[in-house]
């Protein structure tokens, strides 16, 4: 039986990294804050469940400053395990807590010159137990994933749900992570799930869609459609370098940390964009229950025969395509803008997108 216990969504501040030896500011600031967190979370229940949004450790300078993807690669994107997450180890090994985070990683065993965005989770004894590499990217970012190497990543990974979707099973649930933009995608969660992932995880948003609601809506339909718990952890004050007194004049903060339950509903919330967390109590028990008694237990009653013969029926009209980036790095913005363009007008010309009147093609 696992016992209730208490999940934290971490809201910190964030230094845009120039060179990877900036990350020491984040730690700096960071470690302490968790700390804090762990400290008072306990006075309220066991903390087990730590979670750190995108951004925590390295910022969003290489985005903001379109900086090349193998510059990146070189100068900002850091190894797992490294000296980096072993300081957040020291965290996890202190307060015997699993803690999710993320990092721009580069893995020259899977190929070179490029890095992933990766969510990695730490076990209590310090080992990092769990890698998911973002699967979709907003177009801004220069990350690769696994579908922009595919034929390598299903030689080196795998092509199965575990390579693309993996779920950790834990003394304290099974967790399954996702990374901002891909919690656009339905699929994202409905796979995760499907995994078997009771709980998940998920970092950052930027304005205005936290204060639109638009983060809080994904948020919650993750969690209901799938019957899991939600720990969405979101940044606070964000600065474009270390070298800045105020933070990002983009005003793309996000804030909004929130936790979830299985229903949809709200636990706990920050409503504030300063440094923070929300913490709320994380009942496995209950949600088993749920799910084995419950007459709207969705996963059993999802044909997923049959929808995915109807994606694959879909796909022969239009897929997002693979192995863009296997021989050369994700390019330019500017290219990469232009590359989504043009996968719009191919929806146009298919007949599954209707422009709007006077529509001219970019």
Known sequence: ??????????????????SRADIKKNLDNLLPQLEGCLYMGDVLYPTKLVV????????????????????????????????????????ARKFKVYLVAQAKVIEP?????????????????GKIIHKHRKGRVFTPES???????????????????????????????????????????????????????????????LEHHTNIGVWEVMNRAHALNNSCYMVAA???????????AIPSRTGATGSDSMIINYRGQIMS????????????????EELRVFRTKSMISLLPQIPAELIGELYLEAAKKYSWPKNLFCKEAPPPYPERKKFLKQRIAEMIDKGLYVPPEGFKPE
């Open 1 to 18: 039986m696992i016992e209730p216990y208490l999940a934290i969504a971490v809201q910190s501040k964030t230094y845009g990294c120039t």
């Open 52 to 91: 750190l949004s995108e951004g925590a450790l390295q910022g969003f300078y290489d985005e903001h400053s379109r900086m090349d993807h193998v510059e990146a690669c070189r100068k900002i994107a850091i190894t797992l395990p490294g000296e980096e997450s072993e300081r957040l180890s020291e965290i």
């Open 109 to 125: 065993e899977i190929i070179k010159d490029r890095f992933f965005n990766t969510y990695f989770i730490i076990d209590p004894d």
């Open 143 to 205: 990350t690769t994933t696994p579908v922009d190497v595919y034929d390598v990543w299903k030689e080196k990974v795998g092509s199965g749900l575990d390579a693309f979707y993996p779920v950790c099973d834990t003394p304290i649930g099974r967790i399954g992570t996702m990374i901002c933009y891909e919690g656009y995608f339905m699929e994202t969660g409905r796979m995760l799930a499907l995994n078997g992932a009771e709980i998940l995880c998920r970092g950052g948003e």
């Open 234 to 244: 979101n940044n606070g004050p964000k600065y474009h370098t270390t070298d800045e």
């Open 269 to 284: 919330r920050v409503k504030s964009p300063h440094i923070s967390y929300a913490a709320a109590v994380i009942n496995v």
